[in-house]
Structure formats: structure tokens, C-alpha cells
Nanobody
């Protein structure tokens, strides 16, 4: 059983930064693409970013492109999301996700989810 544990959420003012981390259990972390999704109150969960198995390719939603950076450390079984220039509309619960393959193809290909971490950006 794979467990994903997020950390790093919190309250920040608009324009500030946060760094989210996700620690994954298991020995096969480096075999899978990883990603981040978010869900704001009253809205559906949406894709934020993804990274393939070796970090060689990254993907971003248009709304965060240029502000967020995803990275991974396969030696430490972690994936991070550096969030800069935060906006109030970035307020959401952020979820770490593991995809079923080594590359990201579609949002529906998530096989494991973390429990989520709250990010609140004040104006």
C-alpha cells in the first residue's frame, strides 16, 4: 500500500511563497509520475502540475505556469511544489498524487492520493 503525506501548507499573503512537500512510502517511487492537484471550496478538484519518473519532463496548468515549480528527489521519495507569487485564487486544499505510469498522460490516471494540505492566500 502506497501512502502519500503532504506538508508545507499554511496561510500566506498575496505575493508570497510556499513550498509543499509530499513524502511517499514504498520502494517504487522512482517508477511513477507524480503530481499535484487542488480543490477550492465549491469547486471540482483540478490539475496543477505533474512530473515524469525521472524529473525530465514537467507539466503545469495554465493558471500556475511561470509561478509554480514541481520537482522530485527519487533518493528521498519526495516530490515538491514551489509556489511563488501566490494569489487569493490559489487558495485550496492541495493533494499529492501518484499516477499509474512513469509519465503523465491524463488527470484520470491517478492511482493514489494524499490526504491534502490547506493553502490559504490572503489579499
Amino acid at each position: 500500500q502506497v501512502q502519500l503525506v503532504e506538508s508545507g501548507g499554511g496561510l500566506v499573503q498575496a505575493g508570497g511563497s510556499l513550498r509543499l512537500s509530499c513524502a511517499a512510502s514504498g520502494r517504487t517511487f522512482s517508477s511513477y509520475a507524480m503530481g499535484w492537484f487542488r480543490q477550492a471550496p465549491g469547486k471540482e478538484r483540478e490539475f496543477v502540475s505533474a512530473i515524469n519518473w525521472n524529473g525530465g519532463r514537467t507539466y503545469y496548468a495554465d493558471s500556475v505556469q511561470g509561478r509554480f515549480t514541481i520537482s522530485r528527489d527519487n533518493a528521498k521519495n519526495t516530490v515538491c511544489l514551489q509556489m511563488n507569487s501566490l494569489k487569493p485564487e490559489d487558495t485550496a486544499v492541495y493533494y499529492c498524487a501518484r499516477f499509474y505510469s512513469s509519465s503523465y498522460y491524463a488527470d484520470a490516471d491517478v492511482t493514489y492520493w494524499g490526504q491534502g494540505t490547506q493553502v490559504t492566500v490572503s489579499s
